[in-house]
């Protein structure tokens, strides 16, 4: 199976930015438009190199049994999402949760299948404890260490059901101690609220009323202090709601998804920022950060087809990894555009501009199981992400791409489309 060809000229441009590369590991290049190289697909468990940016990646995954009782789907099977971190706390081990009908766990270095485990709920990694997750399901908060399938109950009750770990974009706070929970009340309300783990303490309940829309999820934020909900409006407005962990209102970002599909993380100077992708003016389809405690806006990128961003890379603060989609041949014939197309890289959020290029996706579009969603490992030496190879509608496997961070080198600030 190979990646379609694309016209002769487009590849000429790509070797000959590969001349220009700037880092003798191959993954740090001038933000110059490189065409996507044709490729077979990689065996299962076996090194491959991409020809664009020379990193090493592996595919992960492949329809049928894998072995452990690790059995993936013929469609996709992949890992959650872009903001949910894959591996645990020392990469030990790996989670996939989509398509292997429950939690598939793999060795996080190697990617060997090592067991499965029929977990309801939702988990997330501690991101601290390398031995446990984080779950919330129906009625009670536990956490559950995977390679034992031991379960420490710390919350249940019978005042609240259908509590949530987000759904599907909560993470803990940065040091493991708080989650944001979704819950339906007994007198029928929708509230959330903060409930700290280490103290099994719950916060006050919090009226999703009291903002406008309906609430599709919610996260607490790095340091703990503040809950992000993401508010859908009727009209199809995505806005955002900013709440302290006693309940008060501190932000309303009431323009359309400025940003969305992105994560919570640090800034440089400590501060809470949410980065991701706006849909709105003034920085429609740019990459822009915002900052909790005021709203900030700060462009990171020109006008782009990046697609979700996640800052998983927890101890690697001030990058997110973004994962680009995009038809190359509309991206190459617009040189004001970001210049990446069915890339992941990884960005400085700093506003330098600072890039680091890691592999060329050969994702073709689809639907919503076939997007790549590149989320790192928390050290950020490893990405994951999902492809189905440049046919849409086939099989979707996840890869995994090591990332060489040059420690002792000095830094390349490359600035990319006239940014910031």
Same mark, same amino acid.
């Given at each position: ?73 013929? !469609? ?36 060997? @299948? ?33 390679? *034992? ?64 829309? *309906? ?80 709203? !900030?806006?700060?462009?990171? *990128? ?32 617009? @040189? ?28 073709? @579009? ?55």
């Amino acid at each position: 199976m190979r990646f379609y060809p694309f016209p002769l000229a487009l590849l000429l441009i790509a070797f000959a930015v590969l001349l220009r590369a700037a880092d003798s590991q191959g993954n740090s290049m001038s933000t110059t438009f490189v065409a996507p190289m044709p490729m077979d697909l990689p065996d299962y468990l076996r090194p491959a190199t991409d020809p664009a940016f020379g990193t090493n990646f592996m595919r992960i995954t492949k329809p049928g049994a894998l072995g452990g009782g690790v059995v993936c789907g013929t !469609k996709y099977c992949s890992h959650r999402y872009s903001s949910a971190q894959a591996w645990n706390a020392d990469q030990s081990l790996l989670v996939l949760a989509n398509g292997c009908n429950g939690l598939c766990f793999l060795d996080g270095k190697t990617y060997a @299948p090592l067991f499965h485990r029929d977990k309801g709920g939702e988990c997330e990694w501690h991101p601290r404890d390398a031995d446990v997750m984080i779950c919330v399901e129906d009625r009670k908060i536990s956490i559950w260490a995977p390679r *034992t399938d031991h379960e420490d109950v710390v919350f249940v009750t019978a005042q609240y059901h259908d509590l949530q770990f987000g759904p599907s974009k909560g993470n803990p706070s940065r040091d493991g101690k708080r989650i944001a929970v979704r819950a339906v009340r007994a007198d029928g309300k929708a509230v959330v609220f903060a409930f700290d783990l280490a103290d099994r303490f719950k916060f006050p309940d919090i009226d999703l009323a009291q903002v406008p829309g *309906t609430t599709s999820s919610c996260t607490i934020s790095p340091l703990g202090t503040n809950i992000l909900c993401f508010q859908n409006l009727a009209d199809g407005t995505e806005q955002r709601a900013i709440l302290s962990v006693d309940g008060t209102l501190r932000q309303r970002w009431t323009d359309h998804h400025r940003p969305g599909h992105g994560d919570l993380t640090l800034d440089d100077d400590g501060s809470e920022v949410y980065v991701g992708i706006s849909k709105s003016g003034p920085d429609k389809y740019h990459v822009i950060k915002r900052r909790l405690s005021d709203g !900030k806006v700060t462009s990171l *990128t020109g006008y782009g087809e990046a697609e979700h961003a996640s800052s998983r890379a927890l101890k690697r603060p001030g990058w997110v990894f973004l994962t680009y989609g995009g038809n190359p041949e509309e991206i190459s014939a617009n @040189p004001g555009w970001a210049p990446f197309a069915r890339e992941v890289i990884a960005l400085r959020i700093d506003g330098s501009g600072e890039v680091r290029r890691i592999v060329q996706t050969r994702n073709a @579009p689809s639907d919503y199981w076939s997007e790549t969603h590149a989320s790192p490992s928390p050290d950020g030496t490893q990405v994951i992400w999902s492809s189905n190879w440049g046919v849409a509608g086939g099989p979707v496997y996840d890869f995994v791409t090591r990332v060489d961070w040059p420690e002792n080198q000095n830094k390349k600030e490359i600035v990319a489309n006239g940014q910031p």
